[in-house]
């Protein structure tokens, strides 16, 4: 069986998702790191639960890379359930019966959110690679002004994996005054040489699809979806362990009792990562995707801060959980250990919990029991703290 990826992305137009939406207009531009006033800049967002009456209870998700706002409800384009639905809902960890849960899809996404995807103002066309270059802070810059768009003051907590444990760090360190609780996930403070490489293969292999024309695809009525899923495929196995793989599919064959002797998917694991290069062109967006990673590259917490990892907390009033997984090579253990040690030499409030778990980078998208009750021990205990009121 030929494996094939289409010739057109099929995420539906930003008008056609459900959501909230705040637009920021020209009295309220968003100033980025490049230097570019954005105006307009449309968020989408979307919440879960109620809000309290004095406003307390909010919890901020932030998503990963290839996520969305839609956390925990069935996805408007794919049909599946919400990515992060194990851990937020009535009764879960994030239990939406005593929290106010928010999750804004990222600046540069594809989901609603101001990105290349979405049309220049100037010309009415999609913006391609005229949209601004953007950075982790740009993304809580955003995501700060939807809290003030809600009428919140502070963070009950903030909360997110991966690119998500970015934005965590990212709100600790420039406002941790709205901040009371932060639980970074499976992250770290800058990005290594490592996973630098990874996504330079993804937008390597993105730009070199001859469908890409230039970054105008959309103006000209194609997609990269061929280099999009290779890229996908590339990045799924970074989040994968290797111990993972081999119980998943080991040597095993797909539906076949011998070699083919040809490239056809031989075996099960080339299927698997087939299958997830095709499904992901259908939701995401090639530049979004080339954008999005430049972000991740770009964050270094300690080059913000003369050096010193230390020097983005002092002063901080935060309480911290860090949260890591044993067979995480992506982003592994050492990487939160940096940042807990970072807040120790400057005596903030934090715990660390290293989870014993062969899933790899994902295992805080998957059922880990353990994990689970970490995070909402850790959220039971600060809102007793903070003295969070039910809705």
């Keep these: 069986m030929t494996t094939t990826f ?44 109620r809000l309290n009456a004095d406003k307390t209870n909010a919890v901020l998700v932030c998503h990963a890379l290839t996520g969305d706002q839609y956390v925990a409800e069935v996805h408007p384009v794919t049909g599946k359930l919400g990515w992060w639905e194990m851990m937020v809902g009535p009764g879960k960890p994030i239990d ?12 540069g996404g594809c989901m609603g959110s101001s990105g290349p995807r979405e049309a220049d103002p100037k010309t009415g066309k999609p913006y391609g690679l005229a949209f601004p270059i953007i950075t982790i802070g740009d993304m809580v810059e955003a995501q700060l002004r939807v809290v003030r768009h809600l009428g919140i003051e502070r963070l009950f907590a903030v909360t997110g994996g991966s690119m998500g444990a970015m934005q965590v760090l990212q709100w600790a360190s420039r406002h941790p005054e709205k901040v009371f609780a932060a639980i970074p996930i499976a992250g770290a403070a800058r990005h290594s040489a490592q996973n630098i490489a990874f996504h330079e293969v993804g937008r390597q292999a993105i730009m070199a699809d001859p ?46 009792e011998q070699l083919s002797y040809g490239f056809e998917a031989d075996f099960q694991v080339e299927s698997y990562l087939r299958h997830q290069g095709i499904t992901f062109v259908d939701r995401f967006d090639a530049n979004s995707y080339l954008y999005i990673t430049r972000a991740m590259d770009y964050f270094d917490l300690a080059a913000e801060h003369g050096g010193v990892l230390a020097n983005a907390f002092r002063g901080t009033t935060c309480r911290f959980c860090l949260i890591s997984f044993t067979s995480d090579w992506l982003f592994p253990t050492r990487e939160s250990r940096a940042i807990v040690h970072a807040l120790n030499a400057v005596a903030a409030d934090v715990s660390f919990v290293e989870i014993k778990s062969d899933k790899g980078h994902d295992a805080f998208l998957l059922d880990e029991p353990e994990f689970h009750a970490v995070l909402n021990g850790f959220l039971g205990g600060s809102a007793e703290l903070a003295g969070i009121k039910a809705p």
């Design 211 to 256: 469908e890409w024309r230039g970054g105008d695809y959309a103006n000209q009525d194609t997609s990269p979806t061929r280099g999009l899923a290779v890229a996908r495929m590339a990045a799924h196995i970074t989040y994968l362990s290797e111990s993972a793989l081999h119980r998943k599919f080991g040597r095993n064959l797909q539906d076949r």
């Design 6 to 49: 289409g010739s057109l992305s099929r995420v539906p137009a930003s008008a056609a998702l459900p959501g909230y939406r705040l637009t920021l207009g020209p009295e309220t531009p968003l100033k980025l790191d490049c230097g570019v006033e954005l105006t307009p800049c449309t968020l989408a967002y979307q919440t879960y639960g």
């Design 96 to 107: 939406t019966g005593r929290y106010f849960v928010i999750c804004v899809n990222v600046l």
